[in-house]
């Protein structure tokens, strides 16, 4: 089963930005739509952005839009996701997530029900 760690997460100051790396490992994520999500204490697990397969299309929620940008290095099998201009609603502790798709299906999603594989966390800290 593919694994996925994420790293890059910590305190940072609003207006300040991060940069979360999401590596596979056991499998290439060629075949594979990769998601960022982020959940904060006593809240639902939000979609934030997912970059898709074959095609690297991109789509954001409209709370990060402008702000975060999702890229993906299939040659490090890892995923970025670049936060600029951090505000305090955006702390949360940020997972990825990975859903398998056919060749040639460059679809986003956005609906964590739809993602089969799950990085562990990485806690994101926005505060003066």
């Known amino acids: 089963q593919l694994q996925l760690v994420e790293s890059g997460g910590g305190l940072v100051q609003p207006g300040g930005s991060l940069t979360l790396s999401c590596a596979a490992s056991?499998?290439?994520?060629?075949?594979?739509?990769i998601g960022w999500f982020r959940q904060a204490p006593g809240k639902e697990r939000e979609g934030v952005s997912c970059?898709?397969?074959?095609?690297?299309?991109?789509n954001y929620s409209d709370s990060v839009k402008g702000r975060f940008t999702i890229s993906r290095d299939n040659a490090r099998n890892t995923v970025y996701l670049i936060m600029n201009n951090l505000k305090p609603e955006d702390t949360s502790v940020y997972y990825c997530?990975?859903?398998?798709?056919?060749?040639?299906?460059?679809?986003?999603?956005?609906?964590?029900?739809?993602?089969?594989?799950w990085g562990q966390g990485t806690q994101v800290t926005v505060s003066a």
């Open positions: 997530a990975a859903k398998w798709v056919a060749y040639g299906d460059t679809r986003t999603f956005l609906a964590a029900s739809q993602f089969t594989s």
């Open positions: 056991r499998f290439t994520l060629d075949y594979y739509a």
């Open positions: 970059i898709s397969a074959w095609s690297s299309d991109t």
